[in-house]
C-alpha cells in the first residue's frame, strides 16, 4: 500500500492540527495503522495505532488524552488529530502501515514496512 501523509504545519502552543494519511493501491482492510514521529537528532518514536482486528487504539504516554488516531475506511484515509499540542509535539510526522504485526511489537517502527512521506508539525512557544 502506498501513503501519503498530509496536514503538518506551523501552530502556536495549546493549537490543534489534523493529520491525514490517505493510501493508494490497497485498502486498509487487514493492516494495522500507526503514527509515528521523529524530531531532529532523535530518534522515530510511536504516537499512536490501530491493529485492523481491534478497533481499540494504542497511544504513547506523550499523547494520551491529546491526540486522537481515527481511520475512515470508505476513504482509505488515517487521520491523527493533535489537541494542546506542545512545543515538544515539533517534530516530522510518518504514517505507516502493515499486515503482518503482532500486539507487542507494533510501537516499533521497523515492524511497519509501508511508510508514508512525513508532514511536518511546528508548535511554537
Known amino acids: 500500500v502506498q501513503l501519503q501523509a498530509s496536514g503538518g504545519g506551523l501552530v502556536q502552543t495549546g493549537g490543534s492540527l489534523r493529520l491525514s494519511c490517505a493510501a493508494s493501491?490497497?485498502?486498509?482492510?487487514?493492516?494495522?495503522l500507526a503514527w509515528f514521529r521523529q524530531a531532529t537528532g532523535k530518534e522515530r518514536e510511536f504516537v499512536a495505532a490501530?491493529?485492523?482486528?481491534?478497533?481499540?487504539?494504542f497511544y504513547a504516554d506523550s499523547v494520551k488524552g491529546r491526540f486522537t488516531i481515527s481511520r475512515d475506511n470508505a476513504k482509505s484515509t488515517l487521520y491523527l488529530q493533535m489537541n494542546s499540542l506542545q512545543p515538544e509535539d515539533t517534530a516530522e510526522y510518518y504514517c505507516?502501515?502493515?499486515?503482518?504485526?503482532?500486539?507487542?511489537?507494533?510501537?516499533?517502527?521497523?515492524?511497519?514496512?509501508?511508510w508514508g512521506q512525513g508532514t511536518l508539525v511546528t508548535v511554537s512557544s
Open positions: 493501491g490497497r485498502t486498509f482492510s487487514g493492516y494495522t
Open positions: 490501530f491493529k485492523w482486528a481491534n478497533s481499540n487504539p
Open positions: 505507516a502501515a502493515s499486515r503482518t504485526i503482532i500486539t507487542s511489537t507494533l510501537r516499533v517502527p521497523s515492524s511497519y514496512d509501508s
